[in-house]
T-cell receptor, first 114, second 113 residues
Framework: EPEVTQTPSHQVTQMGQEVILRCVPI?????FYWYRQILGQKVEFLVS????????KSEIFDDQFSVERPDGSNFTLKIRSTKLEDSAMYFC????????????FGQGTRLTVV | DAKTTQPPSMDCAEGRAANLPCNHS???????VYWYRQIHSQGPQYIIH???NNETNEMASLIITEDRKSSTLILPHATLRDTAVYYC??????????????FGGGTRVLVKP
């Protein structure tokens, strides 16, 4: 079965540094997403991306965050000037269409800000 | 999206059917019921979805009551690998839905040998 892959699986960064989390969505999917899960808390929507632009974002997704699809296969989440509270699991997901909303999630990147 | 209510946890014996309830009494006519699960710290995994008819796939069955105010996800023969948090999510389909899934607390299912 096709899958969404994320790299790295674990990233440790110092507070104030920039990080880029990478994702390779399923190849024929058109919609891409980032979610995060702070330890012990719910999975939270960050942003969705379609047709090379953000289609929806949550209030969490402020100017510190940006997303990009630099080529035909990768989808990245950049966090500028990381804060301690950015420590979380970050999940990338993709789906073919909006209709049935069958989204496929990657295994996540655990980001630890120290 | 309509609010859902799920029990916080439940245990199930390996090999037996697991029946996971979800209450969605404010569901509207164009809202689907989706089930996802999250196995310890992994990414959520789609299980099944339905509108009003019962649905079955290789993973599970979804039973939706006639008034659509509640549903039950059935794992027919639970295995230890089914231990996970199960999320019931109600949302409209199509462009009106926007793009996000809203995850609640879910039901933590522990399958015991």
């Amino acid at each position: 079965e096709p899958e969404v892959t994320q790299t790295p699986s674990h990233q440790v960064t110092q507070m104030g540094q920039e990080v880029i989390l990478r994702c390779v969505p399923i190849s024929n999917h058109l919609y891409f997403y980032w979610y995060r899960q702070i330890l012990g808390q719910k999975v939270e929507f960050l942003v969705s991306f379609y047709n090379n632009e953000i289609s929806e974002k949550s209030e969490i997704f402020d100017d510190q965050f940006s997303v990009e699809r630099p080529d035909g296969s990768n989808f990245t989440l950049k966090i500028r000037s990381t804060k301690l509270e950015d420590s979380a699991m970050y999940f990338c997901a993709s789906s073919y269409g909006q209709g049935a909303f069958k989204a496929f999630f990657g295994q996540g990147t655990r980001l630890t800000v120290v | 999206d309509a609010k859902t209510t799920q029990p916080p946890s439940m245990d199930c014996a390996e090999g037996r059917a697991a029946n996971l309830p979800c209450n969605h009494s404010t569901i509207s006519g164009n809202e689907y019921v989706y089930w996802y699960r999250q196995i310890h710290s992994q990414g959520p995994q789609y299980i099944i979805h339905g509108l009003k008819n019962n649905e079955t796939n290789e993973m599970a069955s979804l039973i939706i009551t006639e008034d659509r105010k509640s549903s039950t996800l059935i794992l027919p023969h639970a295995t230890l690998r089914d231990t996970a948090v199960y999320y019931c999510i109600v949302r409209v389909a199509g462009k009106a839905a926007g793009n996000k899934l809203t995850f609640g607390g879910g039901t933590r299912v522990l399958v015991k040998p």
